[in-house]
């Protein structure tokens, strides 16, 4: 029953955010032109810029939960990242890094 209504709302939502006309080509070039918006302004910096300014975050464990944000509303989904590697691990959602911080005592 609530497939049903799923499906019949998808089917009268689908015109309004995915038009038949958009193909591969019309999504790549709307891509391009909000990455060029970036670019055109040569005094500030890209967001890729700004979040790799931000040093790699310590944590004591060999997994952290990256949410972007403490307040929910600005973060992204729960990210799960393992930091077995010696390398900094990197969130796939908001690029922020993160390294393991080994303590020998």
Request: some cysteine; glycine content about 6%; hydrophobic content about 35%.
């Amino acid at each position: 029953m609530a497939a049903g209504r799923l499906a019949g709302i998808l089917k009268s939502v689908r015109p309004v955010f995915c038009p038949e006309k958009w193909n591969t080509r019309a999504v790549n070039s709307l891509v391009s032109e909000h990455t060029d918006k970036w670019l055109q302004d040569a005094t500030r910096k890209s967001p890729m810029e700004l979040i790799n300014e931000v040093p790699p975050i310590k944590v004591e464990g060999r997994i952290v939960a990256c949410e972007g944000d403490s307040n929910p509303a600005l973060g992204h989904p729960i990210e799960f990242i393992c930091l077995d590697l010696k390398e900094p691990a990197i969130c796939k959602y908001c690029g922020l890094r993160y390294i393991q911080d080994h303590h020998h005592h």
